[in-house]
């Protein structure tokens, strides 16, 4: 009978989670929905200098903070029995051996081929005469990576064992582990390296992309950065495994649907911060107004305004943040009036005489406007009528009045801009601008 699927996450807590961390941990969690299986947590913390509990809360809570949840918990510091059981078993084999304070394991037989079969990269084969005997047991009388690694995949039934490449390495030294401990040995499937756009290896490094500080390989910086779970549980999906269809966006529950293992690649994996942007904005633009407004709260405190007006910017710059982090410089302009050159007032394809007549023009009748009809609809018909009496370009007046409003190119439509400052807002930037262009021509 086909044993129960049972996976693990065994990050060691002597730093914080990182990105390639989540992308594993994302893996092994998804194969075990996937497969009706076990998803364990178990922290390789033997070693007790650089183990910390702060470590280990942050890599809970960014695993929690993806929706990633667990069956059960493990640390490997509370199990030192068990690895003394099966230090004894071999000892019984006489595969063990002390020297200089630590414990050996003795090869079982020179020049051996281990053969690694791997879901992901096939047959890799090792011979044994590259490795050296194994510490099972350091000096001070802590088990060492290995030891506690391999002991406890026997223990725990662990049936896949779904790691990064990095140690594939070290796998043909846990499987004769294996077999020495009389234990099946697991499946493996190691999941490629994740590495920068100029493929080197993915290290602590920046690289920096407005406002958010992705490239950095510590998660956290991505919470801060504002990216949204969801976006980021369809990113790393995407770090080494691509869905069977063109589907770009899909849920954790669709994910787990999709998922199989033979559909991870074994080249690395390229992180394009680009492509999470793009995944990011598909996300934020998809939330309601309101669900918006909270998620953008945390990132605008700073920010003193109007609660209505802020709203109001929140659903104008909508379609814009690619990220939560980038908001409070897209909406500020509605807070406090803009700085610009006043030689951004002039639209390419006009003078600086005609854009003093339409900003006088706009003027004119925006100032004429009743309060109550200050709305979206009733703006456009005025401007609109005012380019058209005046022999104007829609350019020498829509242009300027959007750069007097936002300081900015590019920015919501003027008369959104109107109508979410309000007339005398408005009409103050107007006159300011009006000022501005007349000293810097
Ligand atoms: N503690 C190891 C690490 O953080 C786990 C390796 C494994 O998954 O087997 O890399």
Same mark, same amino acid.
């Given at each position: 009978?086909?044993?129960?699927?049972?996976?693990?996450?065994?990050?060691?807590?002597?730093?914080?989670?990182?990105?390639?961390?989540?992308?594993?941990?994302?893996?092994?969690?998804?194969?075990?929905?996937?497969?009706?299986?076990?998803?364990?947590?178990?922290?390789?913390?033997?070693?007790?200098?650089?183990?910390?509990?702060?470590?280990?809360?942050?890599?809970?809570?960014?695993?929690?903070?993806?929706?990633?949840?667990?069956?059960?918990?493990?640390?490997?510091?509370?199990?030192?029995?068990?690895?003394?059981?099966?230090?004894?078993?071999?000892?019984?084999?006489?595969?063990?051996?002390?020297?200089?304070?630590?414990?050996?394991?003795?090869?079982?037989?020179?020049?051996?081929?281990?053969?690694?079969?791997?879901?992901?990269?096939?047959?890799?084969?090792?011979?044994?005469?590259?490795?050296?005997?194994?510490?099972?047991?350091?000096?001070?009388?802590?088990?060492?990576?290995?030891?506690?690694?391999?002991?406890?995949?026997?223990?725990?039934?662990?049936?896949?064992?779904?790691?990064?490449?990095?140690?594939?390495? +070290?796998?043909?030294? #846990?499987?004769? $582990?294996? =077999?020495?401990?009389?234990? !099946?040995?697991? &499946?493996? *499937?190691?999941?490629?390296?994740?590495?920068?756009?100029?493929?080197?290896?993915?290290?602590?490094?920046?690289?920096?992309?407005?406002?958010?500080?992705?490239?950095?390989?510590?998660?956290?910086?991505?919470?801060?950065?504002?990216?949204?779970?969801?976006?980021?549980?369809?990113?790393?999906?995407?770090?080494?495994?691509?869905?069977?269809?063109?589907?770009?966006?899909?849920?954790?529950?669709?994910?787990?649907?999709?998922?199989?293992?033979?559909?991870?690649?074994?080249?690395?994996?390229?992180?394009?911060?680009?492509?999470? +942007?793009?995944?990011? #904005?598909?996300? $934020?633009? =998809?939330?309601?107004?309101? !669900?918006?407004? &909270?998620? *953008?709260?945390?990132?605008?405190?700073?920010?003193?305004?109007?609660?209505?007006?802020?709203?109001?910017?929140?659903?104008?710059?909508?379609?814009?943040?690619?990220?939560?982090?980038?908001?409070?410089?897209?909406?500020?302009?509605?807070?406090?009036?803009?700085?610009?050159?006043?030689?951004?007032?002039?639209?390419?394809?006009?003078?600086?005489?005609?854009?003093?007549?339409?900003?006088?023009?706009?003027?004119?009748?925006?100032?004429?406007?009743?309060?109550?009809?200050?709305?979206?609809?009733?703006?456009?018909?005025?401007?609109?009528?005012?380019?058209?009496?005046?022999?104007?370009?829609?350019?020498?007046?829509?242009?300027?009045?959007?750069?007097?409003?936002?300081?900015?190119?590019?920015?919501?439509?003027?008369?959104?801009?109107?109508?979410?400052?309000?007339?005398?807002?408005?009409?103050?930037?107007?006159?300011?601008?009006?000022?501005?262009?007349?000293?810097?021509?």
């Amino acid at each position: 009978m086909e044993k129960k699927v049972c996976v693990r996450f065994a990050p060691s807590p002597t730093g914080p989670l990182h990105i390639g961390g989540v992308r594993t941990a994302l893996f092994n969690y998804v194969y075990a929905l996937a497969n009706g299986g076990t998803f364990i947590l178990r922290f390789e913390d033997t070693d007790k200098d650089r183990s910390e509990a702060v470590f280990e809360n942050n890599i809970k809570d960014g695993l929690k903070w993806m929706g990633i949840e667990w069956d059960e918990e493990y640390h490997q510091s509370k199990r030192a029995d068990i690895y003394k059981k099966y230090l004894d078993k071999l000892k019984a084999k006489d595969l063990i051996y002390e020297h200089d304070g630590g414990t050996y394991f003795r090869l079982p037989e020179k020049n051996k081929k281990i053969i690694v079969d791997d879901l992901i990269r096939g047959k890799v084969e090792f011979n044994s005469q590259d490795f050296d005997d194994v510490v099972l047991f350091k000096k001070d009388g802590s088990p060492t990576f290995h030891f506690a690694n391999v002991v406890d995949d026997i223990d725990m039934n662990i049936t896949h064992v779904i790691r990064g490449e990095d140690h594939l390495s +070290n796998t043909p030294k #846990h499987i004769l $582990l294996y =077999e020495a401990l009389g234990a !099946d040995v697991p &499946k493996f *499937a190691h999941i490629p390296l994740i590495l920068n756009p100029d493929k080197s290896k993915m290290s602590k490094r920046m690289v920096s992309s407005g406002s958010s500080r992705a490239g950095d390989i510590d998660f956290e910086a991505y919470i801060k950065a504002g990216y949204l779970p969801e976006a980021m549980i369809n990113f790393l999906a995407q770090l080494g495994w691509s869905p069977p269809d063109e589907n770009d966006f899909f849920t954790l529950e669709e994910l787990v649907k999709m998922f199989t293992l033979d559909r991870v690649q074994k080249a690395g994996a390229v992180f394009d911060i680009k492509n999470l +942007n793009h995944i990011n #904005h598909h996300y $934020l633009m =998809e939330k309601s107004l309101d !669900d918006y407004i &909270k998620l *953008a709260e945390p990132y605008i405190t700073h920010l003193k305004g109007d609660k209505d007006l802020i709203e109001k910017a929140l659903k104008l710059v909508q379609d814009r943040a690619q990220t939560l982090s980038e908001i409070p410089d897209l909406i500020e302009y509605f807070l406090k009036a803009p700085k610009y050159d006043g030689k951004l007032l002039i639209f390419k394809k006009s003078s600086p005489e005609q854009t003093a007549k339409g900003l006088d023009a706009a003027l004119k009748v925006l100032e004429a406007i009743d309060e109550r009809d200050w709305v979206e609809t009733k703006l456009q018909q005025v401007l609109d009528n005012t380019v058209a009496a005046e022999g104007l370009l829609p350019g020498d007046v829509f242009w300027p009045v959007r750069v007097a409003l936002s300081g900015e190119e590019g920015s919501p439509s003027p008369t959104e801009l109107l109508a979410a400052l309000g007339k005398d807002e408005s009409i103050k930037r107007i006159k300011t601008a009006i000022g501005k262009l007349a000293s810097s021509i």
